[in-house]
Nanobody, 118 residues
């Protein structure tokens, strides 16, 4: 089992920045990837980005490139999402997800609210 705990959400003005953190607990040695999704009110869940622990590679959704960056610190079992030049459209609950080797079912955190005011 893996537990994920997000932090760093909050209220920010448009143009501002936030850094979200997600720390994994439990069987972290089995982790393959850690990443982020988001869900705005009335919208479907949207992929944000992913970090591969084996080689440190990352990917960010095309629509967010240039503003969002995902990084990982394997020693801390933590993945970060740096969000710059935030827009009101970025308002959502941001969820951390993780995959372990040998399973297609992701683990999920409880989410952290990000609200961007105009």
């Amino acid at each position: 089992q893996v537990q994920l705990v997000e932090s760093g959400g909050g209220l920010v003005q448009a143009g501002g920045s936030l850094r979200l953190s997600c720390k994994a607990f439990g069987r972290t040695f089995s982790l393959h990837t850690m990443g982020w999704f988001r869900q705005a009110p009335g919208e479907e869940q949207e992929f944000v980005g992913r970090h591969w622990r084996s080689d440190g590679s990352t990917t960010i959704a095309d629509s967010l490139k240039g503003r969002f960056t995902i990084t990982g610190d394997n020693a801390k079992d933590t993945v970060y999402l740096e969000m710059n030049n935030l827009e009101p459209e970025d308002t959502a609950v941001y969820y951390c997800s993780a995959h372990v080797f040998g399973s297609n079912s992701p683990y999920w955190g409880s989410g952290t609210q990000v609200t961007v005011s105009s």
